[in-house]
């Protein structure tokens, strides 16, 4: 998976492959992808400014 570089900076949450929230604020991306989907899987991180991230 590639991330775009409009996340650089920022936390995003992925589901089944897919980003389903991002923003500054971890506890806030969290608990915006809980809400939208409380069944699955959601997998959160921080995007690092300036390298490019591929996540498996």
Do not use: Q, W
């Not at 998976?1 to 589901?15: L, S, T, W």
């Not at 500054?24 to 995007?47: C, F, W």
């Amino acid at each position: 998976m590639r991330i775009d570089r409009k996340y650089e900076g920022k936390c995003i949450a992925i589901v089944r492959g897919k980003i389903v929230a991002s923003g500054i604020d971890i506890k806030k991306v969290a608990a915006e992808s809980r809400a939208r989907y409380p069944h699955d899987e959601i997998t959160l991180t921080n995007v690092i400014k300036g390298d490019r991230v591929f996540i498996f």
